[in-house]
Structure formats: structure tokens, C-alpha cells
């Protein structure tokens, strides 16, 4: 979308000041906020909470939202569209232009420390990038991306975290070919082993209280501004978390944040909630990753043969399971809204808004709508690799991992580590789902999937199909 100039000239040639853009109609605030922000608030913008995960699913909330967008686009234009909520001035942006302006202008003037994002992230990372600001946000991104090695499609400890993943997928697997499925508590409970095993090292392998900890803490986080500061259980969960730091286990993450230099109040062991935090979404992808993959046998059995090339134990790309990492978290935004906060005063095509204002990218309309043309509502990984995945990672509608100078600095790290899980897992087993009937190829994706609820039925490769 063009910018506008901050004053205009009338036909005397004096300058007029460009007012503010004018707030969607009242019944239309009322509908972004039944349809947009309430299903997102209510499955939980922190933590998800099965029970809202489960009504979104059967009854289309998400789906409502992307047509409520697409209707206000038609009516208003491209906006970015200004309403109030509770006396705080908003804005959903909705031009993948203005969308690529608002995370390519990060920190300033859009800043991602917006107030509601400090308030629940405070609750468990109050030294973290996102809640940071000034040389003090600078230093700790830095940090972040050297031990985060973000440029890398393989990090520099790939093979241990090929080894871990491997390991733990084994394992995984060994229950499901004794009971012939997987559900997700099973899923979850293995992701979990792994990413304490590579974030924090062998020792915190079976550390469930640490992870149980940081569960109550983002509970409370979902509340953000309204919820009292659980402190006792925020310093118990910090101390278990520099404990690992400060007697740094070789091959884990701890191990090169207590290695790598950085300025006094970088708090480095402080970064490693957000991790953790993120981790969380990752294998929420994972698991939705492989439900896709046991409903798309055409796709299945490229990502399969993709898992049996070269070494297994090899640190691998594998570029089209990376596809369908990406492909899950299009079609199901772990981070559906994307919020910045100006900083001062903006000016856009028709107006300006006001200094304060919160910016919102409402993922799910720029990966489901128009902006995500052709692909929209079919599950495509073939468009994140070769020369169409550089068209795909250049339009500015698809933000699976956000973008700008405040886009995620562990991308890749997350998509070796999904990619190696679910290669492991592809080897030599199929898997058809016994949840979600509503998944199959010849329908669009749904709206939303419940991932607590997913469970597949495990068949040695050889056996059964993807589709069964």
C-alpha cells in the first residue's frame, strides 16, 4: 500500500493536516472482536487451552474470522482499519504491504514490546528480546542469533540434536508398535524429552517439574495485564533454569549460552524461557504436520522417500519436510495475531494513526485468503521448496516464523529439529488418523485443528495405508 504525505495542499497551496483514519463502524468493532480477537484470547494466545481448542474446531470460530476480514476488506478497502477496544486504540492490518512495512520497521517505529505482549510474557521471560527495548533489546538479539546460530539451516551442533531427535523418536515409536497407535499425549510427552534434551541437556531429560512449572506460569500469561504476578513460582522455575546454565551439559543449548560473551544485563540464561516457550508451538506443528501427512498420501510418500535418502543419522536440510513444518503453521498459525505498538505517529494511505496505536496481523486472513493465492486452503509444502519456495518465502502474506528484525531468530533450528522428527517417524511407518474426519485431500483444510485431540493408527511401512 502507497503511504501518504503527513499534510496535503489545498487549492491556495497552504498545507492541511491529514487527519486520523476513520474507526470501523461500531457494529463492525463488535464483530472483529466476536470473530478475530475473542476466539483468539479464548484458545489462549500463550498457552492453548484444550476445551477452547475443541469449540473452535466444531464450530468454525476460526474460519468466522478470516470471512469477517474478508467482508471488512471488501467494505472498507485495505485498510489498516482502526478500532477501540476497552480504550485502547487498535488497528488490523490486512494489506500484505502494510504487513511487511509494520515487521520491516521493527523496533521503531513499531515496536514488538506492546503493552499487553510485556504484561503476559513478564510472567515467565521479563529479561526476554520481546519484552526488551533499546541497545538493551539490540545486545540481546545478538546474543539470541549467535547461540541460536539463526542463519544456519544447520546448526552447529546438528549432529547432536539429530542424534537426540532420532533417539527419542525410537523410543516413541517402540509404544506405538506395541498399542498400533499414537496419541498425543504420547506425541507431546516425547517433544517434550527432546527439546529439555536440546535446549538444556541430558539431565533435564525427565525434568517434568520444570516443564510443569513454566505451564502454570504461561497459564497465568494468557491473562496478561489482568493476572497477578505468580513471582515464587517465576524465581523456582528461573533458579531451575540457571542451574542448567551454570553446570552446562556438552551438545545442549545451555552449553553455548554459558559460552558465548555478551555485555552485562544481557541475562543470557534469561533468554532460554523464550526457547522453551517456542518449542511449545513447534511441536504443536509437528503433530498437525503428520496428521497432514497421514491424510495427503501423494505428499506422504514424497516426504518418505525424502526420509530414506542419504544417511538418517546425518544432520539432513530436508527441504520438503521443512515444506510441511512450514505448510502447518500457515494453514494453523501458532502465533495468530502479530502485534506492534507504534511508537509515534504513522501515516497511511487515506490518514494517519495515532502514536501508541497496536498494530495487528491477523495471520490466518493473509494464509487462508486472497494473499495466500492459489494455495489458500490445500495443504501445498512443494511451495516452500525450489524456485517456487523462493516466491513463497517472498510473498509477504505468508509469515509462518513473522519477519523483519523481530522475526523468530530460531526458524531454522525449529525446522531441523521438525523435519529430523518427522523423517524419524516416516522411515519405516505409516500412519492413518483416527481423529478429525473432516481432514482428507479432495476437502479444503479446516479452519482449525485441535491437536490435543489428534490420535493416529501406526502401521509398520509395508502395512496398511495413509488413507485407512
Not at 208 to 224: E, P, V
Request: proline share 9%.
Amino acid at each position: 500500500m502507497r503511504l501518504t504525505e503527513a499534510t496535503a495542499q489545498t487549492p491556495t497551496g497552504t498545507a492541511e493536516k491529514t487527519e486520523l483514519l476513520p474507526p470501523l463502524r461500531a457494529r463492525d468493532a463488535a464483530g472483529v472482536a466476536a470473530d478475530v480477537l475473542l476466539p483468539v484470547l479464548a484458545q489462549g494466545v500463550i498457552v492453548r487451552r484444550p476445551s477452547a481448542m475443541s469449540l473452535a474446531e466444531r464450530t468454525g470460530w476460526d474460519r468466522r474470522g478470516v470471512e469477517r476480514v474478508r467482508a471488512l476488506r471488501d467494505r472498507y478497502g485495505p485498510g489498516p482499519l482502526p478500532l477501540t477496544v476497552r480504550g485502547r486504540s487498535y488497528a488490523l492490518v490486512l494489506d500484505p504491504d502494510d504487513a511487511e512495512r509494520v515487521l520491516a520497521d521493527t523496533p521503531e517505529p513499531f515496536h514488538p514490546a506492546a503493552r499487553e505482549k510485556r504484561g503476559a510474557l513478564a510472567q515467565f521471560q521479563p529479561h526476554g528480546v520481546l519484552v526488551s527495548s533499546g541497545p538493551q533489546r539490540e545486545q540481546r538479539r545478538r546474543f539470541v542469533e549467535e547461540v541460536l546460530e539463526t542463519a544456519q539451516p544447520l546448526h552447529g551442533m546438528a549432529d547432536r540434536f539429530t542424534s537426540v531427535v532420532r533417539q527419542e523418536a525410537a523410543e516413541l515409536l517402540a509404544g506405538a508398535d506395541r498399542s498400533g497407535q499414537l496419541v498425543w499425549d504420547e506425541f507431546d510427552a516425547a517433544w517434550w524429552r527432546i527439546v529439555r534434551r536440546l535446549v538444556l541437556g541430558d539431565a533435564a531429560r525427565d525434568d517434568t517439574t520444570l516443564t510443569a512449572q513454566l505451564g502454570t506460569l504461561r497459564q497465568a500469561a494468557n491473562w496478561s495485564l489482568l493476572s497477578p504476578r505468580r513471582r515464587r513460582l517465576r524465581s523456582a522455575f528461573l533458579a531451575r533454569v540457571r542451574s542448567y546454565v551454570a553446570r552446562p551439559q556438552p551438545g545442549s543449548l545451555a552449553e553455548r549460552v554459558a559460552a558465548v560473551d555478551a555485555p552485562a544485563g544481557t541475562d543470557r540464561a534469561g533468554q532460554i524461557p523464550h526457547w522453551l516457550f517456542a518449542y511449545d508451538a513447534a511441536g504443536m506443528a509437528a503433530g498437525r504436520a503428520l496428521a497432514l501427512l497421514a491424510t495427503h498420501p501423494d505428499e506422504a510418500d514424497r516426504a518418505r522417500a525424502e526420509a530414506l535418502e542419504g544417511q538418517p543419522d546425518t544432520p539432513r536440510t530436508l527441504p520438503y519436510l521443512r515444506g510441511c513444518a512450514l505448510e502447518s503453521v500457515r494453514l494453523w498459525p501458532t502465533t495468530p495475531l502479530i502485534l506492534r505498538e507504534s511508537t509515534e505517529e504513522t501515516s497511511w494511505e487515506g490518514g494517519k494513526l495515532p502514536a501508541g496505536c497496536v498494530l495487528a496481523v491477523y495471520t490466518p486472513y493473509l494464509h487462508r485468503a486472497e494473499p495466500a493465492a492459489p494455495y489458500q486452503d490445500i495443504f501445498a509444502p512443494q511451495q516452500w521448496t525450489g524456485e517456487t519456495g523462493r516466491a513463497a518465502r517472498g510473498n509477504p502474506a505468508l509469515l509462518p516464523f513473522s519477519s523483519g528484525p523481530a522475526g523468530c531468530p530460531g526458524e531454522n533450528l525449529v525446522l531441523l529439529t521438525v523435519s529430523t522428527l518427522l523423517a524419524a517417524l516416516l522411515e519405516r511407518h505409516r500412519y492413518s488418523l483416527a481423529s478429525h474426519p473432516q481432514l482428507r485431500p479432495a476437502a479444503p483444510v479446516p479452519a482449525a485443528l485441535d491437536h490435543f485431540a489428534l490420535r493416529f493408527r501406526v502401521h509398520p511401512a509395508g502395512r496398511g495405508t495413509d488413507t485407512d
